[in-house]
């Protein structure tokens, strides 16, 4: 096979011409050690693999529904739950809860991160005091915010605020310390002032890390509800949950696991899909 | 009374006779839920008219005790033990209306619930078995009374602790892990429904259990003002404890369906299992059961003495009781 | 082998053979037709303008280019050793530890150190990369090649970052390993005395196809032939559209 | 100022010197816009500052006792606990259980990410299941945990595992898969072996990422034990605290959150040392 | 200026001004005592072997040592522009953000589109670094500092990764730059040819010290004196320790 008798000017550059596309290709085979090219929709293989386990189990009886409800128990309760509309309010109020929480929560946690990344002096007096914060159990610190923020929504939003603005701030702070030594010389060599180095050089630098947060953060939001909701709610998915606790319906607690199960893997996949947006410039392992 | 922690209480004397009227602009806090749904459902709500009545939803003991302390909450509704833990705890409360059941031994709100194959029929049974024990709870208390009725002590069953929260407890009895657990409510239905085929059952402890209070900060009731409204609130209480006496059809509906979202089946169970109320209209009788009580406690829990007299604000003894049977007599709105 | 591509028996016979390569970037063509056969123990230099493909080239010969658009017939031996034009040593490692990258044998420590001292950084050998100078780092890069007994060695612009008395040293250590082992040789540079002085044969790839190829003989090599080397060198600045200076 | 005469091969390299270490030094002084040098200690200044305003509030009333005991109160139950020594025996108790659940959360953890990391098929199964492990809420595990696993020590340390784990893997996962890709391609060139790859290339380049995520799981495997304790334990911190609560020992349960604070103050901060430690190779921001 | 070292009037005419400088990483000495002024508006180029101390040096000027160990009296303008030796560009910005960054003026954008079709990527201002070839990579960094007007420009090796034709193009956008705004100039190079063709003074350094400088006349540098060219070429490179070769 000599080289074929190419035109020169292509009107098609040659290798998006359909003609040479279907050429021969044969490249060198080796070994290739990343993980390859991602495929959409293969991250439904785990959850659909989970799915189909638990059906099996439980058609087969390996499972006894006493423990955990059928499959299609959870389905049928759901379709219950929807038509009289108690599902979608629950969810709806739970949903304004968590991304109320989840905002303030990062942007104090991308603030203090921001402080605390950048001076000495910040990192004094902020880092030991998150470490400490997030050291303590969060039951722990209901009574204290109850007592400073009564049994309204504030305490609950706050609640979440404090449980999503540690891994924002955990991770925004790590990423940004993170970033290469080498462009903060840039910056400094054409004269960036502080702000500009913040969003030219920090924001961009730090965005994998606060990626990161973000996953740990919205799925957070999520199951903070659990306990919250526990306090002084008559709604939200966490007091369904609660409710159906106290009452024994394994049916609506499985459901409500699954939902919580659902959300999560959504708001997840929803962050890593503004990830791979955002991190288009990153030519890593992750392809 | 008094103990360690628990400063200075205020004595009852230093309680102003209760006002006939409440003033103007006086907001209380209410945490007590499922009567908020029957002063609604019956339409006695509008005889808290005039009064800033705000509800929230919070009960029992651990929330409204943390609540009081947050003064975010004037009076909640508790079993009896939550009166006695927060005056250890140094606040001091009172309690201002109490409902009971009739019947109660054959009315209780718990079961022993007992594991398949651990071959309890008998409460002297229990001896050398494990039990599941949440201290704090009112299940703690009511496990130590079940072990003095059987006439054994602490060292003579095997106290596994456990907080009851969700069907922890049930679940723990079908797979064994304990060999008896205190079971409330609906899960005694659910336990049997699941594991009696397994051999599971449960068993009466024929004590009474049945004290249901409604209880407020003494610092509220030091407010004249404050406690005109609670009492104002205390009688719709009991008007409201009639209603639901009279009206268990609209009760399950409007209640135990709607309001909580159970079964009618389920609603019914615990409608039936509660019986007839009796709220009376002298406390006596309920206080020195309560001070039983208070003595196994303190001996069990090594915790200190306290009169059980203290913990009732004697102003409000007649109200609710009044209430409910004059509601019973004249036949609720 | 890692490709027989059919009817074509010289493919045999070579050590890398590339037929009709294509390669682009989105909308962009970038190789559009090469064809390329290196012999064994062949010493190739790959001359073009910036941008025009050459390490485009080089990682399609490397394997390197799995999800680039393209197509194209290629065929090279198994063990080939790569200069990446970033001297790429990994920063969490020592320099000894990314000279003996990959190597099995049980003496590749002592072979490392040796191949570091010959480009002149003995005593470096627990240095991190990012404590050594531009150049320091271009010859880690090389000592890992030369460590290595490549059946293809692909080096893309391996000198750029040395001084000219280290360069000579360089060729010098290149020279030998080729004498050695005769490996096939790739190497791009854009210097064209570097070319002439190495190579065997030397390729001018320009908008996306080879240009021209000019075979350097011993003597125009060693300047032994005055003439013919300042010709070929007139020749090759002529290929890359550089007329009329005097270096 | 000129030249000063120095000898051709100085004994002493010239800028260890002390003679001219000593001699003028002026430099540019461009704006810094790193945070600057590490200062040893600094990180002290925070907690100290914290504890100086406890003290502070407590001293002068404007902190109820009964909502927060004081710091000498809390120093002096210290004091009580650790002479009749129940302190040292459920901090010791509890180290345990926290080390054995780290430990296994830790070895989990990594696995996973290293499979689900290098693979599309072990993502594709591994990643979802994962993600919503993290997303149902942990308290909601704890029935079937007891089911499965009983209530004697293999379910504590199995639920410190399970909520160990996740951190671990997913701070490994997004530090390996946020490899650069240019030491991918030099691994493939070198023909490294897929061991030697994930020993030489994979785990140190995911190692800060790993660090990260040991952060989370130190703490939380601390915080774990106030749940874990609650179950058939008759000894731990978390034990101690849930008994405090019961009976209303406001101070211990104080203490209890000031053990918890400095707890994990110490384990961040070993961490982090560690973490110095093994990426000295850095060049970044954090200097 | 960042620093006014007292009892030398010659200081204040000088836009660059380093006495006794002295730096070195660990135990290792680097620059032992370097001696140097720039007058404004003069270019001089800096030879020397590769690890010599070239880069040392220019980031002690660009103020970016803060914790390496040593002294001296350092005095440089307040506008100074750095061409790192790695180009250097923020991979998560454009290469047109990477040109304007840090430009405050309005007309900052279109200047650096004019900038980047100069150095001849007119249309890839929206890629991103990593789909550049080395040399657009070098190319852009260039870019970067043409737009900028600084009263010191410190170039390392600005053009090592470009070929001939590209970096005599290179070359001329420098001078131009050179011609009208006059900054001071420190470039690094390792091409003897290039220092020639561009700086006014050529400094050589070795051992941490400044070894020779030799002054480039206009008819040396553009060859119109063949000889003095020639004569000044063969002294650059046995100064780097390169003797007899010919070229
Ligand atoms: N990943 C990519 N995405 C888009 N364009 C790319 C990518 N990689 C390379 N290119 C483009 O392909 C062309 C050829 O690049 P290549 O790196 O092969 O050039 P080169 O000949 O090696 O140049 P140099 O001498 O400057 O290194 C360049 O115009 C470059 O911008
Ligand atoms: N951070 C560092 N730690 C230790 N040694 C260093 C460090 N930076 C540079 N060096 C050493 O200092 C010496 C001078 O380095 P420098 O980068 O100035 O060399 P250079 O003259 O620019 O060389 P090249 O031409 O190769 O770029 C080198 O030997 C280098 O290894
Ligand atoms: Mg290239
Ligand atoms: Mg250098």
């Given at each position: 096979m000599s080289a074929a008798p190419v035109l020169e000017r292509p009107a098609?550059?040659?290798?998006?011409?359909?003609?040479?596309?279907?050429?021969?290709?044969?490249?060198?085979?080796?070994?290739?050690?990343?993980?390859?090219?991602?495929?959409?929709?293969?991250?439904?293989?785990?959850?659909?693999?989970?799915?189909?386990?638990?059906?099996?189990?439980?058609?087969?009886?390996?499972?006894?529904?006493?423990?955990?409800?059928e499959p299609w128990t959870v389905v049928a309760t759901a379709g219950e739950l929807l038509a009289d509309g108690r599902l979608q309010e629950n969810l709806a109020i739970s949903a304004q809860r968590a991304g109320l929480g989840l905002f303030f929560g990062i942007v104090v946690g991308a603030l203090l991160a921001l402080v605390s990344g950048l001076s000495r002096v910040g990192e004094a007096l902020i880092d030991g005091p998150v470490q400490i914060k997030r050291a303590i159990p969060g039951l722990a610190l209901i009574p204290l915010l109850i007592l400073w923020f009564g049994i309204d929504e504030t305490m609950k939003v706050l609640t979440i605020t404090l449980g999503v603005f540690v891994p924002i701030y955990l991770q925004t702070h790590a990423g940004l310390r993170g970033i290469d030594l080498r462009y903060v010389e840039l910056a400094q060599t054409v004269g960036l002032s502080r702000t500009a180095f913040i969003r030219k050089v920090v924001l961009p630098g730090a965005m994998p890390g606060f990626f990161l947060g973000l996953r740990f953060a919205v799925t957070g939001a999520w199951v903070s509800l659990v306990v919250v909701e526990q306090i002084n709610a008559t709604s939200g998915i966490g007091y369904m949950?609660?409710?159906?606790?106290?009452?024994?319906?394994?049916?609506?607690?499985?459901?409500?696991?699954?939902?919580?199960?659902?959300?999560?893997?959504?708001?997840?996949?929803?962050?890593?899909?503004?990830e791979r947006k955002a991190l288009s410039w990153q030519r890593t392992l992750a392809g | 009374g008094g103990t360690a922690t628990a400063g200075n209480p205020t004595s009852q004397a230093s309680f102003a006779p209760l006002a006939t009227s409440v003033p103007a602009g006086t907001t209380i806090t209410v945490g007590d839920p499922s009567?908020?749904?029957?002063?609604?459902?019956?339409?006695?709500?509008?005889?808290?008219?005039?009064?800033?009545?705000?509800?929230?939803?919070?009960?029992?003991?651990?929330?409204?005790?943390?609540?009081?302390?947050?003064?975010?909450?004037?009076?909640?509704?508790?079993?009896?033990?939550?009166?006695i833990h927060a005056t250890w705890t140094g606040l001091d409360v009172r309690i201002i209306a109490s409902a009971y059941r009739q019947d109660a031994v054959n009315h209780p709100l718990y079961e022993l619930g007992v594991a398949p194959g651990s071959g309890i029929t008998k409460l002297e049974d229990l001896r050398g078995k494990k039990l599941a024990y949440s201290p704090g709870q009112a299940q703690g208390a009511l496990v130590l009374r079940i072990l003095e009725k059987a006439g054994l002590a602490q060292d003579d069953v095997k106290l596994i602790e456990l907080p009851s929260t969700g069907d922890a407890y049930s679940s723990a009895l079908s797979s064994k892990q304990v060999d008896?657990?205190?079971?409330?409510?609906?899960?005694?239905?659910?336990?049997l429904a699941k594991y009696k085929a397994d051999g599971a059952t449960t068993l009466r402890h024929g004590l009474r259990d049945d004290p249901g209070h409604l209880y407020s900060p003494a610092k509220v009731l030091a407010d004249p003002a404050k406690a005109a409204a609670l009492a104002k609130y205390a009688e719709a209480w009991g008007k409201a404890q009639r209603w639901i006496e009279d009206h268990p059809k609209e009760w399950l509906e409007g209640y135990y369906i709607k309001d909580q979202?159970?079964?009618?089946?389920?609603?019914?169970?615990?409608i039936d299992a509660a019986g007839k109320r009796d709220v009376p209209t002298t406390w006596t009788e309920a206080i020195e059961r309560h001070q039983q009580t208070i003595d196994l406690l303190a001996r069990e829990q090594k915790k200190p003495q306290l009169k059980a007299a203290d913990l009732y604000d004697t102003r409000f003894e007649a109200i609710a009781g009044t209430a409910f049977a004059a509601a019973g007599k004249g036949g609720a709105a | 082998m890692a490709a027989h591509p059919g009817g074509l028996t010289a493919v045999a016979?070579?050590?890398?053979?590339?037929?009709?390569?294509?390669?682009?970037?989105?909308?962009k063509g970038v190789l559009n037709g090469v064809d390329l056969d290196i012999a064994p123990g062949e010493f190739v230099a790959l001359l073009g303008p910036s941008g025009c493909g050459k390490s485009t080239l080089l990682r399609a010969l490397a394997g390197l280019d799995h999800d680039?658009?393209?197509?194209?017939?290629?065929?090279?031996?198994?063990?080939?050793?790569?200069?990446?034009?970033?001297?790429?040593?990994?920063?969490?490692?020592?320099?000894?530890?990314?000279?003996?990258?990959?190597?099995?044998?049980?003496?590749?420590e002592s072979r490392a150190r040796n191949a570091l001292a010959e480009v002149g950084l003995a005593g470096r050998e627990k240095s991190w990369p990012h404590e050594l100078s531009g150049g320091e780092q271009q010859r880690v890069a090389l000592a890992r090649s030369l460590v290595r007994e490549p059946q293809l060695l692909l080096a893309d612009e391996p000198f750029g970052a040395l001084d000219a008395l280290t360069r000579i040293k360089m060729h010098g250590l290149l020279q030998d390993l080729v004498a050695l082992h005769r490996p096939a040789v790739l190497l791009v540079t854009h210097d064209v005395d570097e070319a002439i002085a190495l190579a065997d044969r030397i390729v001018v790839l320009d908008h996306g196809r080879v240009a021209t190829v000019r075979t350097v003989t011993p003597d125009v090599s060693t300047a032994v032939d005055a003439a013919g080397h300042e010709a070929l060198r007139r020749d090759l600045l002529a290929d890359l559209g550089v007329v009329g200076t005097s270096h």
């Amino acid at each position: 096979m000599s080289a074929a008798p190419v035109l020169e000017r292509p009107a098609v550059e040659p290798h998006l011409d359909p003609a040479l596309a279907a050429g021969e290709d044969v490249r060198p085979t080796g070994r290739r050690l990343g993980p390859g090219r991602r495929r959409r929709l293969a991250w439904l293989l785990g959850p659909a693999a989970l799915l189909a386990l638990w059906t099996l189990a439980s058609a087969t009886g390996l499972l006894d529904p006493r423990i955990l409800s059928e499959p299609w128990t959870v389905v049928a309760t759901a379709g219950e739950l929807l038509a009289d509309g108690r599902l979608q309010e629950n969810l709806a109020i739970s949903a304004q809860r968590a991304g109320l929480g989840l905002f303030f929560g990062i942007v104090v946690g991308a603030l203090l991160a921001l402080v605390s990344g950048l001076s000495r002096v910040g990192e004094a007096l902020i880092d030991g005091p998150v470490q400490i914060k997030r050291a303590i159990p969060g039951l722990a610190l209901i009574p204290l915010l109850i007592l400073w923020f009564g049994i309204d929504e504030t305490m609950k939003v706050l609640t979440i605020t404090l449980g999503v603005f540690v891994p924002i701030y955990l991770q925004t702070h790590a990423g940004l310390r993170g970033i290469d030594l080498r462009y903060v010389e840039l910056a400094q060599t054409v004269g960036l002032s502080r702000t500009a180095f913040i969003r030219k050089v920090v924001l961009p630098g730090a965005m994998p890390g606060f990626f990161l947060g973000l996953r740990f953060a919205v799925t957070g939001a999520w199951v903070s509800l659990v306990v919250v909701e526990q306090i002084n709610a008559t709604s939200g998915i966490g007091y369904m949950m609660e409710l159906a606790r106290t009452y024994g319906q394994t049916n609506i607690i499985v459901l409500g696991l699954a939902v919580y199960g659902i959300l999560g893997l959504l708001s997840d996949g929803a962050v890593r899909f503004l990830e791979r947006k955002a991190l288009s410039w990153q030519r890593t392992l992750a392809g | 009374g008094g103990t360690a922690t628990a400063g200075n209480p205020t004595s009852q004397a230093s309680f102003a006779p209760l006002a006939t009227s409440v003033p103007a602009g006086t907001t209380i806090t209410v945490g007590d839920p499922s009567i908020r749904v029957a002063l609604e459902l019956s339409g006695l709500i509008k005889d808290l008219d005039g009064t800033n009545v705000k509800f929230a939803n919070i009960s029992g003991g651990p929330q409204t005790t943390e609540a009081f302390r947050a003064n975010a909450l004037d009076v909640g509704s508790v079993a009896d033990i939550p009166p006695i833990h927060a005056t250890w705890t140094g606040l001091d409360v009172r309690i201002i209306a109490s409902a009971y059941r009739q019947d109660a031994v054959n009315h209780p709100l718990y079961e022993l619930g007992v594991a398949p194959g651990s071959g309890i029929t008998k409460l002297e049974d229990l001896r050398g078995k494990k039990l599941a024990y949440s201290p704090g709870q009112a299940q703690g208390a009511l496990v130590l009374r079940i072990l003095e009725k059987a006439g054994l002590a602490q060292d003579d069953v095997k106290l596994i602790e456990l907080p009851s929260t969700g069907d922890a407890y049930s679940s723990a009895l079908s797979s064994k892990q304990v060999d008896a657990a205190p079971l409330g409510g609906v899960q005694i239905k659910r336990y049997l429904a699941k594991y009696k085929a397994d051999g599971a059952t449960t068993l009466r402890h024929g004590l009474r259990d049945d004290p249901g209070h409604l209880y407020s900060p003494a610092k509220v009731l030091a407010d004249p003002a404050k406690a005109a409204a609670l009492a104002k609130y205390a009688e719709a209480w009991g008007k409201a404890q009639r209603w639901i006496e009279d009206h268990p059809k609209e009760w399950l509906e409007g209640y135990y369906i709607k309001d909580q979202g159970l079964s009618a089946e389920d609603g019914q169970y615990l409608i039936d299992a509660a019986g007839k109320r009796d709220v009376p209209t002298t406390w006596t009788e309920a206080i020195e059961r309560h001070q039983q009580t208070i003595d196994l406690l303190a001996r069990e829990q090594k915790k200190p003495q306290l009169k059980a007299a203290d913990l009732y604000d004697t102003r409000f003894e007649a109200i609710a009781g009044t209430a409910f049977a004059a509601a019973g007599k004249g036949g609720a709105a | 082998m890692a490709a027989h591509p059919g009817g074509l028996t010289a493919v045999a016979t070579n050590a890398v053979s590339v037929r009709n390569l294509i390669r682009g970037f989105g909308p962009k063509g970038v190789l559009n037709g090469v064809d390329l056969d290196i012999a064994p123990g062949e010493f190739v230099a790959l001359l073009g303008p910036s941008g025009c493909g050459k390490s485009t080239l080089l990682r399609a010969l490397a394997g390197l280019d799995h999800d680039v658009k393209g197509s194209g017939v290629i065929t090279v031996p198994d063990r080939v050793s790569v200069v990446f034009q970033d001297s790429r040593l990994l920063p969490w490692d020592s320099v000894l530890g990314n000279v003996t990258l990959g190597l099995r044998e049980h003496d590749a420590e002592s072979r490392a150190r040796n191949a570091l001292a010959e480009v002149g950084l003995a005593g470096r050998e627990k240095s991190w990369p990012h404590e050594l100078s531009g150049g320091e780092q271009q010859r880690v890069a090389l000592a890992r090649s030369l460590v290595r007994e490549p059946q293809l060695l692909l080096a893309d612009e391996p000198f750029g970052a040395l001084d000219a008395l280290t360069r000579i040293k360089m060729h010098g250590l290149l020279q030998d390993l080729v004498a050695l082992h005769r490996p096939a040789v790739l190497l791009v540079t854009h210097d064209v005395d570097e070319a002439i002085a190495l190579a065997d044969r030397i390729v001018v790839l320009d908008h996306g196809r080879v240009a021209t190829v000019r075979t350097v003989t011993p003597d125009v090599s060693t300047a032994v032939d005055a003439a013919g080397h300042e010709a070929l060198r007139r020749d090759l600045l002529a290929d890359l559209g550089v007329v009329g200076t005097s270096h």
